[in-house]
């Protein structure tokens, strides 16, 4: 059976390699971040660094950097490559406002 609506310009523009260039918003550009990253800014992937701890100046610089190929990695120069700066912004904003949210949940329920 073939994907349809959502799913299909998802799998297309993976495919594509120009998936956060075609995302609506915020919330479908941070997908694929996550899936390698980890969605509590945690990654559990080898050599694939946690986003979690990271402040929003220097994830945008980082960003900007894979964007420009001044910083090399196959796949985090396909996956910056159609992104603006607002979205370099954004997109670092979004991970360092999800580690201070994780952090504070650790703080309340006395987890390290």
Not at 34 to 54: D, F, M, T, Y
């Amino acid at each position: 059976m073939a994907p349809t609506g959502k799913a299909a310009r998802f799998l297309a523009a993976f495919l594509a390699g120009t998936l956060p260039a075609l995302a609506a918003d915020l919330d479908e550009k941070l997908a694929p971040c996550l899936a390698c990253h980890g969605a509590q800014g945690q990654s559990e992937i080898e050599n694939v660094p946690s986003l979690g701890a990271q402040t929003a100046s220097y994830t945008v610089i980082q960003l900007f950097m894979f964007r420009e190929k001044m910083r090399v990695s196959d796949p985090m120069n396909e996956m910056a490559k159609g992104l603006t700066d607002a979205d370099l912004q954004a997109m670092a904003d979004a991970f360092a406002n999800a580690a201070a949210q994780a952090a504070g949940r650790c703080r309340r329920s006395g987890a390290a």
